[in-house]
């Protein structure tokens, strides 16, 4: 029995993919008894005979205050096959984001340059190439707006450290609750109105396509905002 309030997406005997709710951790830590990663290895140990040798791996990551679909593994070589498939850029990752502000363009592409500040734990923005930077590029296209905030629908072309919420702020347009990034208007505690809404590839092992979709969160800020959602 998967944990209550988690949410499975797709499970099939290669993946399985769940609903990350913000303000979880992802990835499995020392410190740390539940997150994501520990969640799905307990819930797939709990099916098996032999729980000890089951294996759950994670190919990609979703940021703690991140919403969304998180894509795990059950098979070692399955991992390896998503991991190349991330890599090449072959999994369509499709994020849904509210922002403090209409952006200036209906649509468009942003391309920067970012810098990871170790220190300070985040993502910092260059118009031009530098030294330890690396190339960032997502595509956008507004969607709707209220007194709350713009709906952008985000593609991710690349998947860079704390990409969409540097290059949204750099274009004053930071995501709703992301004070790290200069938000002003408040969401929830360690979250932020970032939204992983869709997951699109060639399943790895059966080679068929496969599209994974996360509903929104249920709460006041983003159920406006369902009647505008494919």
């Not at 209550?4 to 797709?10: C, H, K, P, T, Y």
């Not at 969409?164 to 200069?182: E, F, K, N, T, W």
Request: glycine letters at 6%; charged letters at 25%.
């Amino acid at each position: 029995m998967f944990p209550a309030g988690l949410e499975i997406l797709f499970e099939d005997k290669y993946l399985l993919a769940i609903n990350k709710p913000h303000g979880m951790v992802t990835e499995r830590d020392a410190h740390l008894q539940r997150t994501l990663e520990s969640l799905a290895l307990r819930y797939v140990q709990s099916k098996e005979k032999y729980p000890q040798k089951c294996f759950i791996g994670l190919p990609h990551r979703l940021d703690r205050p991140v919403s969304g679909v998180v894509l795990f593994a059950k098979k070692k070589s399955v991992l390896k096959m998503l991991a190349e498939l991330f890599s090449k850029r072959e999994i369509s990752k499709t994020y849904l984001a509210l922002v403090e502000h209409r952006p200036p363009e209906k649509e468009g592409e942003l391309v920067h340059w970012l810098v990871k500040d170790v220190a300070n734990r985040k993502a910092v923005v260059r118009a031009q190439e530098s030294a330890g930077s690396v190339k960032a590029i997502l595509q956008y296209r507004f969607i709707t707006e209220n007194e709350s905030g713009a709906l952008l629908q985000i593609q991710l072309i690349t998947g860079k450290y704390h990409q969409i919420r540097a290059q949204l702020s750099h274009i004053g347009c930071p995501v709703i609750g992301d004070a790290y990034y200069g938000a002003s208007k408040v969401y929830k505690e360690n979250s932020i109105a970032l939204h992983a809404g869709k997951l699109q590839l060639i399943h790895p092992a059966t080679h068929e396509p496969l599209e994974i979709k996360a509903p929104l969160p249920d709460d006041e800020l983003w159920n406006f905002f369902k009647y505008a959602i494919d």
